[in-house]
């Protein structure tokens, strides 16, 4: 008992999977075949990247928090898109999308970093701005023209596991894990997270890699533009809407501090892919998709009390 008081929300992580997987083989069993593991891993693969970047972030400390990321998703893809349009090679495509995404990131920690602004009110005016940029430089149309040869492995999948799931939410997960392990940066990333003055203080370049994390988080955001582009074969411009309220609440429920400085990425992987689930078992269930939203504000909120409570106990 103990320690799932000092661990709640790790317990209720693991509590909701038990809840899903019991309540799917009881009334739906039909979904734990191929096809259903396919399709939540597909939808994941954005939203995990996404969360993963949200999840460096908020671990970073000095109250993190990217609310750009889902206009950073939509307008890394237009750019993408119309890069190609005035002729810029086709396999230069993803290139560009985790460059834009990586310097529209870079752009958020700049003004957290050095000129000091709330981390929520810089990127909650970035989603505004990235997201009506997306929308006013496509007029509101989806961008056709992605290059075919890159549909097969957008839309393709290896043991009922996409290709893009396999090639990059796995890769970069790993790394993002052997980094905040084995490494300093990792380890300054903890250190400034847990406590910022103290990071200060022994030398660690605070400023600087707080820059760089947001930056991450937006080539991690540009990343999913690109797969969106060659899942989707079209370039929308509002592919990213509720992005950032689901990464918030991947990341919170998969263990990490939402003041920073506690957490690892594995919990997050873990809970992207709860968040999918139930919302491909709603669908199952024939709920409307219009609670889904409301289902993950009311996770962010018990995940917030359950850190809230954990942090008292310790």
């Not at 993963?52 to 237009?78: C, F, H, Y």
């Not at 000091?116 to 006013?136: C, D």
């Not at 760089?212 to 592919?239: E, H, M």
Request: hydrophobic share 60%; net charge positive.
């Amino acid at each position: 008992m103990k320690f799932l008081r000092a661990h709640l929300v790790t317990s209720l992580l693991v509590l909701l999977w038990c809840l899903l997987l019991g309540t799917v083989l009881i009334l739906q069993p039909g979904m734990l075949d191929p096809i259903t593991l396919t399709t939540i891993l597909q939808f994941a693969t954005v939203l995990a990247l996404v969360a993963l970047g949200q999840a460096l972030v908020v671990l970073a400390g000095g109250a993190g928090i990217d609310l750009s990321v889902g206009g950073n998703v939509s307008l890394s893809a237009v750019a993408g898109m119309m890069a190609l349009h005035a002729g810029l090679p086709p396999v230069l495509l993803p290139v560009i999308c985790l460059l834009c995404g990586f310097l529209l990131g870079l752009f958020n920690g700049y003004l957290v970093a050095k000129l000091k602004i709330w981390p929520l009110i810089v990127t909650l005016g970035t989603f505004y701005a990235w997201s009506g940029l997306a929308l006013a430089l496509t007029g509101g149309a989806a961008q056709s023209g992605v290059p075919r040869d890159i549909l097969p492995w957008g839309r393709g999948v290896l043991a009922a596991i996409p290709l893009p799931f396999l090639c990059c939410v796995i890769p970069a997960f790993v790394i993002a894990w052997a980094i905040l392990r084995f490494t300093s940066w990792g380890r300054w990333i903890y250190a400034m997270g847990f406590n910022e003055r103290s990071a200060r203080l022994v030398g660690i370049p605070v400023d600087r890699l707080r820059m760089l994390v947001y930056g991450i988080c937006g080539a991690l955001a540009g990343c999913a533009g690109f797969i969106t582009l060659a899942w989707l074969g079209s370039g929308r411009p509002n592919v990213g809407v509720n992005l950032e309220l689901e990464s918030l609440t991947a990341a919170l429920l998969g263990g990490m501090a939402i003041f920073g400085g506690r957490g690892g990425v594995v919990g997050v992987f873990a809970a992207t892919l709860l968040l999918v689930a139930i919302k491909t078992s709603l669908l199952q269930f024939g709920i409307n998709t219009v609670w889904q939203v409301g289902v993950v504000g009311v996770l962010l909120i018990a995940v917030l009390l359950a850190d809230r409570f954990s942090s008292y106990r310790r």
